[in-house]
T-cell receptor
């Protein structure tokens, strides 16, 4: 089992460019999440999904879009990148269905927007 | 408004001694708490959790204490080992599947 994988690991963008971050999990988990981690801010939830075909906004959704077309994949899109989106992005998944599941995290994507 | 706070950004402890990491929260509706450990260039990994109906949960060298009246939880690591050096995040959930994470405490265990 690979667990939760994220592609790419690093990326540098120019302001206004777009990109998509891919998250994949092979644990058949229902719930998936995208977080960003910034110095002194901890992990903040961007968007999440409680099942295939569903998405919902988290704490800091502005400037991001997501899609969950397949159960195992959760995509995070930046349509027009801004320097404020420079961050480390983590994807996570959890079994769902029952509350209080631990979340399993991917290794992260370090994004720099110039 | 930071609902989950870790007021100590860093902590240094001698190997073999106890490490105590603290976490405070403001929302009394939180009913489940977790601790995650994060090494550099890796994602956070689950460490230990506690339900609000308990005041202590133990797993090997790791113990989490919950004081609901003070809205405070702590993670004790005894004895501390150099491999425990990492950033520790506490997290809280309140009946949904969304976690609120603290800002993290960087623990350094000195050999």
């Amino acid at each position: 089992n690979a667990g939760v994988t994220q592609t790419p690991k690093f990326r540098v963008l120019k302001t206004g460019q777009s990109m998509t971050l891919l998250c994949a999990q092979d644990m058949n988990h229902e719930y998936m999440y995208w977080y960003r981690q910034d110095p002194g801010m901890g992990l903040r939830l961007i968007h999440y999904s409680v099942g295939e075909g569903t998405t919902a906004k988290g704490e800091v959704p502005d400037g991001y879009n997501v899609s969950r077309l397949k159960k195992q994949n959760f995509l995070l899109g930046l349509e027009s990148a801004a320097p404020s989106q420079t961050s480390v992005y983590f994807c996570a998944s959890s079994p769902g269905l029952v509350a209080y599941n631990e979340q399993f995290f991917g290794p992260g994507t370090r994004l720099t927007v110039l | 408004d930071q609902q989950v706070k870790q007021n100590s950004p860093s902590l240094s402890v001698q190997e073999g001694r106890i490490s105590i990491l603290n976490c405070d929260y403001t929302n009394s509706m939180f009913d489940y708490f977790l601790w995650y450990k994060k090494y550099p260039a890796e994602g956070p990994t689950f460490l230990i959790s506690i339900s609000s109906i308990k005041d202590k949960n133990e797993d090997g060298r790791f113990t989490v204490f919950l004081n609901k009246s003070a809205k405070h939880l702590s993670l004790h690591i005894v004895p501390s080992q150099p491999g425990d050096s990492a950033v520790y995040f506490c997290a809280a959930i309140s009946g949904t599947y969304k976690y609120i994470f603290g800002t993290g405490t960087r623990l350094k265990v000195l050999a």
